[in-house]
């Protein structure tokens, strides 16, 4: 029974091909498969050979229907869907694998093709095309299958000429005036719908954020002419004189109400204004004033007055501004301790003739002040470790009154190595930590920021983790760190830690340890001899962001990261040296060094299914006054499932130095340079599985200290020779919560080798078990490597 399933599955394969090749027998009467479109444009002088294949591209992805999917020429699920047949009933398992990898003829349709001419032209038009004419027919590709091809006549484009601000003595076109100058329509740019669309919404934005609370883009009228010639447009931007009296005045806030404790349940009760107090006013000036009122409902004062003065812009006697309205609802819940955040404008009366009263009200619905949550996750490293991790958490919102959020965790996990050649280590950790965040800037003394960005952030931590290395060691790490996170834009993010203190104590040393640093091969006694040393880091660490902003160009984004840390600097100063010749606190010589690295990553999309991703990474560590060397907690890696993939974790570098046989096992080495390239394309099967083909290229150096690895683990001027280069093929599958990701690779350059001998390609020889063995690398991780 078994040696027959292989021709019965040869024999399943055999007939979708036959069904495949023989669709027309069963297609409809008179009917014929629809397989695409083509287009024919006969374009005027003035365009140029790259807008017109602009126009072709943007023609075909308005053609309906789309065709069946094919393979190496056949509809294969067609195939698929006449060989499963007609099922008898509409849920059951045929039925089901019909609509599941089958897929019902696409056929030709004369109105169809009236209709694509028609939406085609209009586009044009739209585009500034005027007058452009698209016809459509069929052309039979065999007796079965045909094609659309239109042909479309496409006349040079309009450009436009001047755009004039026509306004009168109302506030709403005065306020529309005074916007003119950022207007979106430039004189000798293309006249095109989409943006003549996107100006008045620009210009109702404008107005909502000067008050004019019910202002509409179709309140906007765009006049154009086109009796200036040349294909030339005219435009005539003015407010139509038929709006509402509403959308003609700006607003003004009377009155702000906060419902921090509201519930559906009890809206009644949760809202009653009778409860409201009013806390005290920023500006003393400001009491005498009538408008200038700031309410609460909240009778058992679980919030503080002065978390809402921080997070609700609009103010009392202020007008209004949509901005600051979606950036107080953005922070309300952003603030993490309200599960459902609303709020209504109540028109209250004229503010005299030319402007209204609003009562703003907000109505907040509260997450339970104290969570507990139990959380079993998966977890892959840079070093190929990968396993599960188990987070017990507390959570405690509003702790102290003003939506700052307590967090504790307590966590217990297993990393497995993976292509590690047998000779991998299992890490067990166990850890606690808790972080206190407050939604300000917590400070002695006063720190301005901007306003009108998202809060910032002061995060107070404190954790301590102990790790099992197998029969190898235990590492027990105790840190504690106070700093800022805030942001100046919505593309730039600043993280600034102004405290941060991280001390590593290794202990319960096994047997395989000292065997290992007492064998010869410095490849595996060197990093080992490093664990031996207790680590205590006093640091600074700065990082800022940038991102690409997503609507300037949605082809190409970029994200740089700079990462800036000095330690040791203040206790240097202090302190004075031992008998040993070093600077300790509490019998620990602490680390002194300066570190910075930046990081940037650009993607482009070639295609709606292919990406073109790039990262650069380039550190260095420079140890001085109280250090010889690089602590190896902040020293840089090459090599693994982030990195080099065509090498083992950590198995490249310093230099040329070789770590065969030793690294693999301890990984504990690494160096005080560091430079890396990636390149990868990334192809859009399915929805679910993609493909990725890549390049990698980066090493590690010592930046002064030889002891370890010899003078060949020193940058030099012949870094470009001793990068180690590898490249491959990668599997991903996208599950939409997490992608897991599978990446082959195999070295071009080796450094470690004799100079002239490093390039491997003329080595590669895939039926040879042995090179296999050596020289495929299978990553297995979670998520993208860059």
């Known amino acids: 029974m078994k040696r027959s399933q ?44 790259d807008e017109k294949t602009r126009l072709t591209e943007q023609l075909s992805e308005l053609a309906r229907p789309r065709p069946n999917k094919r393979l190496f020429g056949f509809p294969y699920k067609v195939g698929f869907y006449y060989f499963i047949g007609e099922p008898k009933k ?21 109105r169809g093709l009236t209709a694509n001419s028609n939406l085609m032209a209009n586009v044009l038009e739209n585009e500034g095309y005027f007058r452009s004419q698209v016809s459509g027919e069929f052309v039979d590709v065999d007796s079965y299958q045909t094609k659309a091809r239109y042909t479309a006549q496409v006349p040079q484009r309009y450009l436009i000429d001047s755009v004039s601000f026509i306004g009168d003595s109302t506030l709403a076109a005065r306020a529309m005036f005074n916007a003119s100058p950022k207007t979106l329509l430039k004189p000798g740019n293309a006249f095109i719908l989409n943006t003549i669309t996107a100006e008045k919404q620009r210009i109702a934005d404008v107005l909502k954020q000067r008050g004019f609370y019910y202002f509409l883009p179709e309140y906007v009228a765009m006049l154009t002419d086109t009796a200036a010639g040349n294909h030339k447009v005219r435009f005539y931007v003015a407010i139509k004189p038929d709006i509402p009296e509403a959308a003609k005045i700006p607003y003004y806030i009377r009155n702000v109400f906060i419902f921090p404790n509201y519930t559906l349940s009890n809206a009644r009760r949760d809202t009653n204004r009778a409860d409201a107090y009013r806390p005290p006013v920023e500006n003393p000036a400001d009491t005498g004033r009538s408008l200038r009122r700031f309410f609460i409902v909240d009778s058992a004062r679980v919030f503080k007055p002065q978390l809402f003065n921080d ?5 009392p006697g202020r007008r209004y501004n949509s901005r600051v309205q979606d950036l107080s609802l953005s922070r309300l819940v952003n603030l993490g301790t309200f599960k459902y955040v609303r709020n209504r404008f109540e028109p209250v009366g004229r503010n005299g003739r030319d402007s209204a009263l609003f009562d703003v009200s907000y109505y907040l619905t509260p997450l339970p002040r104290k969570s507990v949550r139990l959380e079993l996750s998966g977890n892959s490293r840079s070093n190929n470790l990968a396993g599960t991790l188990l987070t017990l958490s507390f959570i405690g919102r509003n702790f102290l009154g003003r939506a700052e959020q307590l967090t504790i965790n307590g966590t217990a996990g297993i990393d497995l190595q993976i292509g590690a050649a047998g000779r991998g280590v299992t890490n067990y950790r166990y850890g606690t930590d808790a972080t206190l965040s407050f939604p300000r800037l917590v ?65 319960n040393f096994g047997p395989k340890f000292y065997n290992a640093i007492s064998d010869t091969n410095a490849a595996v006694s060197a990093p080992l001899l490093r664990i031996l040393q207790d680590q205590l880091i006093l640091s600074t660490i700065y990082t800022l962001n940038v991102n ?61 299914s292919l990406v073109w991703a790039n990262r650069f990474f380039g550190g260095i560590g420079i140890p001085y006054g109280n250090s010889n060397e690089m602590p190896f907690i902040r020293q840089y890696f090459v090599g693994g499932a982030n990195s080099v993939r065509a090498f083992r974790p950590r198995a490249v570098g310093p230099g040329t130095f070789s770590s065969t046989g030793g690294k693999v096992l301890f990984q504990d080495g690494g160096g005080d340079i560091k430079l890396e390239v990636n390149t990868e394309l990334r192809a859009k099967l399915t929805s679910i599985f993609q493909l990725a083909a890549f390049i990698d290229a980066g090493n590690v150096w010592s930046y002064t200290d030889q002891t370890y690895y010899g003078p060949d683990s020193q940058f030099n001027k012949n870094f470009i020779k001793q990068l180690a280069i ?30 002239g001998q490093r390039w491997v390609l003329n080595q590669i020889n895939l039926r040879s078990p042995e090179w296999r063995r050596d020289n495929l690398i299978l990553n297995i991780a979670v998520g993208y490597p860059f």
């Open 6 to 49: 292989p021709y019965l599955l040869v024999a399943f394969l055999f007939g979708i091909l036959l069904q495949s090749c023989n669709v027309s027998r069963h297609l409809p009467a008179g009917e014929k498969l629809y397989v695409g479109a083509d287009f024919v444009l006969n374009t005027d002088s003035t365009i140029t050979k």
């Open 90 to 110: 509409e849920k059951g398992f045929r039925a089901g694998l019909r609509r599941r990898f089958g897929e019902a003829p696409v056929l030709a349709s004369a």
């Open 311 to 315: 997070v609700i812009g609009l103010r």
């Open 443 to 507: 400070s002695p003394f006063p720190i301005r920021y901007d306003r009108r960005q998202i809060l910032p952030k002061t995060n107070l931590s404190i954790g301590y983790e102990l790790l099992q290395r197998d029969s190898l060691y235990n590492l027990s790490s105790v840190r504690a760190s106070f700093g800022y996170a805030f942001r100046t834009s919505n593309r730039v993010e600043h993280s600034l830690t102004l405290f941060n203190v991280n001390y590593v104590h290794s202990f």
């Open 548 to 608: 690409s902003d997503p609507n300037a160009n949605k082809r190409h984004s970029y994200r740089h990261t700079v990462n800036i840390e000095p330690a040791g600097n203040l206790a240097g100063l202090l302190l004075k040296n031992d008998e040993t010749d070093y600077k300790r606190i509490f019998d620990a010589a602490f680390a002194q060094f300066f570190r910075i690295d930046y990081d940037s990553r650009h993607y482009f999309q070639l295609n709606k």
């Open 726 to 755: 590898g490249g491959g093929l990668g599997l991903r599958i996208d599950l939409s919560y997490f992608l897991i990701r599978a990446d082959l690779a195999t070295p071009f350059q080796k450094p470690y080798l004799p100079e």
